[in-house]
């Protein structure tokens, strides 16, 4: 069983940045690829970043050179530095992991972007 808990959302102006956090509880998950998703009203999740075990990122074409994925195994946390930031980047953001074979989502943190 694996916990993931988001924070860090907020409500902020265009051009401006938030951090997101996701702490995992329960596993250890420094040997697991971890993902960011969002999900804006009406639309369905996307996929917005992910990090492997070994530090690898990768981006959807929409963040890339804004958001940048880090980890910090020592505190079994990952983080979404978002930069720049637009109105249609206004959504729920979710960390998720697959352990095991299952699949582990956090509640999302919501992030507003006022224009």
């Known amino acids: 069983q694996v916990q993931l808990v988001e924070s860090g959302g907020g409500l902020v102006q265009a051009g401006g940045s938030l951090r997101l956090s996701c702490a995992a509880s329960?596993?250890?998950?420094?040997?697991?690829?971890m993902d960011w998703y969002r999900q804006a009203p009406g639309k369905q999740r996307e996929a917005v970043a992910t990090?492997?075990?070994?530090?690898?990122?990768n981006y959807a074409d929409s963040v890339k050179g804004r958001f940048t994925v880090s980890r910090d195994n020592a505190k079994n946390t990952v983080y979404l530095h978002m930069n720049s930031l637009k109105p249609e980047d206004t959504a729920v953001y979710y960390c998720?992991?697959?352990?095991?074979?299952?699949?582990?989502w956090g509640q999302g943190t919501q992030v507003t972007v006022s224009s």
């Open positions: 998720h992991v697959i352990k095991r074979g299952y699949d582990y």
């Open positions: 329960g596993s250890d998950i420094s040997r697991n690829a």
């Open positions: 990090i492997t075990s070994g530090g690898n990122t």
